[in-house]
């Protein structure tokens, strides 16, 4: 029977167990020391198991183990310290045992550490939730969606409501669906996802209006996700977004703020149509933007017939130019984009083809997948 004498807290586990446990928490711990107490971790052994707590505010995650032996108690210690003793330790049991003035003794055999901690009541109160309103939902098609996105969300401070993901639900005739967007104002990603959700989940409490995940919050759910197969729970409650899939709890504080309305940056006529291998594609706009500006990494496509020709020039570097076949019909068409926001759309398409949709040059061009009509990405031209 487990003891609650917190003073002399002990545990006993099977190294791949905390292993695996601490390092879920290594990249949500505060690196940054703006409030140096969030670089621990904070463990709490009770009934049998073993659970661990890690914040940086923003972004919280709780989970447990269970023990082979136990002595209830808490005790907060650094999680890169734990992490790294841990790693280089053998196969089998380790003995973690709370000292005087909170040290941390982690035995193995001949192996003993003992690791500088902080008294429990240090670590900041930890975030907990109490809806049951949780929504079933696809790990494999919320990641994609994360994957479709993220990479489009803005890294300016100053503008805060662009730094994570609009995530909203869109009901079209009797089909929920999922929407996911994310824009930093020079590129924007949409990406559409039909939910199979039940009927008491189709009614459950998430907001009309969506909300704005942040992006380190979609990494750790990314993260998450990428271990897992089949389904996870969602809800929103307040401002803090809950996701959980067996002992993992992850909470996320939402970005408070209106997302800009983003339909108005989708262009609605859009007559040039551009068809292109994504291979051929990808690979000749690696090549070309070598030679291209260093910051804006501007490259030319200069349409004609069923050719692109795509040309970068650095006065600093050269020049360069390569040639594509391509399915087009229109008039002759130049138009100047940032290679990176091009390679960074292509990158995130699994089609093999990829639809370009242009109208002249001084207007944001569409890419699509020729076989995903409910995933767009829109790119600002650059001047040429």
């Known amino acids: 029977m487990a003891e609650t004498n917190t003073s002399s807290m002990m545990i006993e586990a099977e190294k791949k167990d905390l292993l695996n446990l601490l390092g879920k928490t290594q990249n949500i711990v505060e690196k940054r020391n703006t409030m140096p107490v969030l670089v621990n971790v904070l463990l709490e052994a009770k009934d049998g198991v073993l659970k661990v707590f890690a914040t940086d505010l923003e972004v919280s995650l709780t989970d447990q183990i269970p023990t082979l032996k136990e002595k209830a108690g808490k005790v907060a210690v ?35 550490f ?47 409501h662009l730094n994570g993901v609009f995530f909203e639900r869109v009901q079209k005739d009797s089909k929920t669906s999922f929407r996911m967007v994310a824009t930093d104002g020079f590129r924007l990603s949409i990406v559409d996802r039909e939910m199979q959700l039940s009927k008491e989940q189709s009614q459950s409490a998430f907001p009309a209006t969506g909300v704005i995940i942040p992006r380190k919050g979609l990494f750790e759910i990314r993260k998450m996700l990428e271990t897992i197969e089949g389904d996870f729970d969602l809800a929103v409650e307040g401002s803090q977004l809950v996701v959980r899939r067996g002992s993992t709890v992850l909470m996320v504080r939402l970005i408070e703020g209106k997302f800009p ?31 291209s500006n260093q910051k804006y990494k501007g490259v030319t496509l200069a349409l004609t017939g069923g050719r692109m020709e795509i040309t970068s020039n650095n006065p600093e570097l050269g020049d360069a130019k390569e040639e594509i076949e391509v399915n087009y019909k229109g008039g002759d068409l130049k138009i100047g984009f940032n290679a990176r926001y091009m ?42």
């Open 78 to 112: 650094s999680a890169k310290s734990l992490f790294e003793i841990i790693k280089e330790l053998d196969d089998g049991p380790v003995t973690l045992t709370k000292r005087d003035n909170n040290w941390l003794e982690i035995k193995q055999r001949k192996s003993v």
């Open 261 to 291: 309305s983003y339909q108005q940056f989708i262009p609605q006529s859009v007559p040039n149509r551009v068809q292109v291998p994504r291979e051929i594609l990808l690979s000749s706009l690696k090549r070309v933007s070598l030679l």
């Open 114 to 160: 003992n690791l500088v901690g902080i008294a429990a009541e240090e670590y900041p109160v930890f975030p907990s939730y109490a809806t049951k309103d949780f929504m079933t939902i696809s790990s494999g098609v919320f990641a994609d969606m994360i994957e479709k996105t993220i990479y489009s969300v803005s890294n300016d401070e100053t503008r805060y």
């Open 343 to 384: 390679l960074d759309v292509l990158n995130s398409f699994d089609d093999e083809g990829v639809d370009l949709h242009l109208n002249d040059q001084l207007s944001p061009g569409l890419m699509r997948p020729q076989n995903d009509q409910s995933y767009t990405c829109v790119v600002m031209p650059l001047r040429i």
